[in-house]
């Protein structure tokens, strides 16, 4: 796969577009603000992480610009553009690209079966932390890992191509046939982390309180409820360990959601505990914990 066309330029974006075009891919950023995509053509995106600066040379474009071939597309806008995302890219449809979405929450990869076949459709989870600190500048710092599979279940040879992929451009993949587990070990991870953080204000190294942690579990304790009903058997312990390394490893990092309430933006509060709470009410599962701390993140929302 050599030709990777990444929808969302956002931190995320940026930093998988800059580990590809420097491992020798040919990555092309579509986002919707023609000054920014200007600025990353001319210019490149620039990567601080742990083995220093590194400059990536990539294309970018708006999304009616970008033409086939294509071998790998990659949805990582925020949850609330993932419909008017997918739908700027029908044109590849044709192309016979395999699509990959590692976006944060829930009904993305549901958004991009209404446009993609879905036996070319991969969904997963990465926990790789990354800082928007330019237009064009990112930064990331501390370990990370990539797990994928195949929509809705399974990972045939299509996800390890996938994931070898990444291995080579030093991001540590690997594809995953219970998917679903890794995907809602995430969604329950940021609905406590990423809106506990937005909340108070503080980065994640801040949790690590107790208070913080008895918070995080209250609202993790009811999506694994959740969860269990969806059919994802959430691993618990697993997921502590997630948490007790992300407060030990990522204390300075601002999560998106803390972001996007700092520069006064809307937050993905809907797509990842909106969504979990809309499980919740099919299944008839009380969530109290959940629900409060995802109305404190509503009462800041612009217009809210």
């Known amino acids: 796969m050599e030709r990777i066309v990444i929808v969302g330029a956002g931190a995320m974006g940026c930093l998988f577009a800059a580990r590809f075009a420097l491992a020798g891919k040919s990555v092309t950023v579509v986002d919707v603000d023609p000054d920014r995509l200007a600025l990353i053509a001319a210019d490149g995106i620039v990567l601080h992480d742990d ?3 590194h400059t990536a040379s990539v294309n970018a474009q708006l999304a009616v610009d970008v033409a086939g071939p294509v071998d790998l ?5 925020k949850g609330m553009h993932s419909a008017s ?5 029908t044109h590849l449809v044709q192309s016979g690209c395999t699509v990959l979405t590692l976006q944060n929450g829930l009904g993305n990869v549901e958004t991009i079966a209404e446009v993609f076949p879905a036996d070319r459709i991969l969904w997963g989870v990465t926990d790789f932390p990354a800082d928007l600190e330019g237009p064009n500048v990112v930064a990331s710092h501390g370990a990370g890992h990539i797990f994928l599979g195949n929509y809705p279940q399974g990972a045939d040879g299509q996800a390890v191509a996938v994931a070898a992929v990444f291995e080579a451009a030093g991001l540590n993949a690997v594809a995953d046939a219970q998917v679903k587990v890794a995907v809602w070990e995430k969604v329950a991870f940021n609905a406590a982390l990423n ?5 108070s204000g503080l980065p994640v190294g801040g949790l690590d309180h107790p208070a913080g942690r008895r918070a995080a579990k209250a609202v993790i304790d009811e999506i694994v409820a959740i969860a269990a009903a ?6 618990r312990s697993r997921l502590d360990s997630k948490v007790d390394f992300a407060l030990a490893n990522h204390r300075a990092h601002k999560p998106s959601m803390l972001q996007d309430r700092l520069a006064g933006r809307t937050t993905e509060i809907e797509s990842i505990n909106g969504a979990i709470l ?3 009410d099919k299944h008839a599962i009380p969530a109290p914990a959940l629900g409060l701390l995802t109305d404190l993140v509503r009462l800041g929302e612009p217009g809210g």
Do not use: P, Q
């Open 195 to 199: 809106a506990l953080c937005t909340v």
């Open 51 to 53: 083995a220093g600066d």
């Open 230 to 235: 969806e059919g994802a058997a959430v691993d």
């Open 278 to 280: 809309a499980a919740a």
């Open 85 to 89: 995302a997918v739908r700027s890219v």
């Open 73 to 77: 597309l990659m949805l990582f806008t």
